[in-house]
């Protein structure tokens, strides 16, 4: 038989030996998604390389390195940024703005239940003001739970936060915020007597309404940086609130003030505390990993003794 090319013709040509299959073993994935793991640059940089074990073996290394190296779902990433979340913001703008419309709707009707020139004696919107101080948030559609006192072993910040040295005591807090809610009343009751209509006490209305927000975002969500740039927000509609009594009652704008005062305070802390408490992993923007997302719910209405919740992170506010 002839001999072509060292093959010998007629005879069967011999099959080569099947190639070894590529195995990798791919960890799972549980803190980051497959975006989050490079395989090197490129080309041969790979490591994958059919029929070889070591290359496979560095493969797995290299995934396991890219899983531990990987951000936890409440850690920023390697750039240092944690994604934003557009639509948390959207809810707080929506559930502030419902329960300022549903506030002011309850003064107007309070203010329509009287025949004309007549009106309330001065003490009932007294009342009215200072259960409003305390219990606003029987018109916020948001969770406006309040912290567990117990929990937090009678401080104003839960145990397992870092606070200042000069934190007020957590004693401290309700009688504050008495002293405030009295405040409120008594110098609402002296603008509707100098105008004889509830509509002069809208901004403290939106400033309860604002205030909520943002205990929903301290307490219930535990958004410590949200918190520190959402007192700020606090803070001017409490002042709003002050020019706008002012204007009709320069007495009872000088008895809200101190209300500006303690607001102040709250603000240092609270932006003291997030400072002190890895700021890098509580962003001042809300984020869907950086704590508990409460639900906008109609459900959340009338929340007369809003249950407590032991992981709070704040006390500030005492509604």
């Known amino acids: 038989a002839r001999i072509v090319a060292g093959l010998r013709v007629g005879a069967p040509r011999?099959?080569?030996?099947?190639?070894?299959?590529?195995?990798?073993?791919?960890?799972?994935?549980?803190?980051?998604?497959?975006?989050?793991?490079?395989?090197?640059?490129?080309?041969?940089?790979?490591?994958?390389?059919?029929?070889?074990?070591?290359?496979?073996?560095?493969?797995?290394?290299?995934?396991?390195?890219?899983?531990?190296?990987?951000?936890?779902?409440?850690?920023?990433?390697?750039?240092?940024?944690?994604?934003?979340?557009?639509r948390e913001t959207a809810?707080?703008?929506?559930?502030?703005?419902?329960?300022?419309?549903?506030?002011?709707?309850?003064?107007?009707?309070?203010?329509?239940?009287?025949?004309?020139?007549?009106?309330?004696?001065?003490?009932?919107?007294?009342?009215?003001?200072a259960f409003l101080s305390l219990r606003s948030r029987v018109f916020s559609p948001l969770d406006n739970s309040r912290p567990s006192v117990a929990a937090q072993q009678g401080k104003a910040v839960p145990v397992e936060f870092r606070r200042p040295s000069w934190t007020p005591p957590g004693v401290a807090f309700p009688v504050v915020w008495s002293t405030i809610t009295l405040l409120r009343a008594v110098s609402s009751a002296m603008v509707y007597a100098a105008t004889g209509s509830l509509d002069a006490t809208r901004p403290l209305l939106l400033h309860l309404a604002v205030g909520d927000t943002w205990n929903t975002v301290t307490n219930a969500e535990r958004r410590l940086g949200v918190s520190a740039v959402g007192v700020v927000l606090v803070w001017l509609s409490v002042v709003r609130a002050v020019l706008a009594y002012a204007?009709?009652?320069?007495?009872?704008?000088?008895?809200?003030?101190?209300?500006?005062?303690?607001?102040?305070?709250?603000?240092?802390?609270?932006?003291?505390?997030?400072?002190?408490?890895?700021?890098?992993?509580?962003?001042?923007?809300?984020?869907?990993?950086?704590?508990?997302?409460?639900?906008?719910?109609?459900r959340n209405l009338l929340q007369l003794h809003g249950a407590s919740r032991g992981s709070s992170s704040s006390s500030s506010s005492g509604k």
């Open 14 to 86: 011999a099959l080569p030996p099947p190639r070894r299959p590529l195995v990798v073993a791919v960890p799972r994935l549980s803190a980051a998604s497959s975006d989050d793991i490079a395989l090197g640059g490129g080309g041969d940089d790979t490591g994958i390389h059919p029929g070889g074990s070591t290359n496979n073996n560095n493969t797995v290394v290299a995934l396991r390195d890219a899983v531990d190296d990987a951000p936890a779902a409440d850690e920023p990433s390697s750039t240092g940024a944690v994604a934003y979340a557009a």
């Open 91 to 129: 809810k707080y703008v929506l559930a502030t703005s419902l329960q300022y419309a549903l506030l002011a709707l309850f003064a107007k009707c309070l203010d329509t239940a009287l025949p004309a020139s007549t009106t309330y004696p001065p003490w009932v919107v007294g009342v009215v003001f």
């Open 247 to 298: 204007a009709v009652s320069p007495t009872a704008a000088l008895v809200l003030l101190p209300s500006v005062v303690w607001i102040t305070v709250a603000s240092v802390l609270t932006n003291r505390i997030w400072a002190i408490n890895d700021p890098s992993r509580r962003p001042w923007y809300p984020s869907r990993a950086d704590g508990l997302s409460a639900t906008l719910s109609w």
